[in-house]
């Protein structure tokens, strides 16, 4: 079993930069697609940006493009999300998501979420 913890979300000015992390627990870490998503209130969840095991290739929402970097150290356990040049529009509960299954088509391993708002 794989738990994914969270953190770094808060309240930031519109332009504003958070950067996210997300710390998993057990030794296969660096085998895991993983992913951040995020869903806004009355809004479904979006994915946001995802990495391949090796950090190679990386894939954004177009919305994010530009502003957010999806990075990862495996020795470390942890995938990072860089949000730059915050807006509005960025608020919501981000999650970080793990070892994508190509059957079911929904990833295996997910996080509690972490809130970030964006103030204008």
């Given at each position: 079993q794989v738990q994914l913890v969270e953190?770094?979300?808060g309240l930031v000015q519109a332009g504003g930069s958070l950067r996210l992390s997300c710390a998993?627990?057990?030794?296969?870490f660096s085998r895991y697609t993983m992913a951040w998503f995020r869903q806004a209130p009355?809004?479904?969840r979006e994915?946001?940006?995802t990495i391949d095991r090796s950090g190679g290739s990386t894939t954004y929402a177009d919305s994010v493009k530009g502003r957010f970097t999806i990075s990862r150290d495996n020795a470390k356990n942890t995938v990072y999300l860089q949000?730059?040049?915050l807006k509005p529009e960025d608020t919501a509960s981000y999650y970080c998501a793990g070892q994508y299954n190509f059957?079911?088509?929904e990833y295996v391993y997910w996080g509690q979420g972490t809130?970030?708002?964006v103030s204008s």
């Open positions: 953190s770094g979300g998993a627990s057990g030794r296969s009355g809004k479904e994915v946001v940006a949000m730059s040049s059957y079911t088509r809130q970030v708002t």
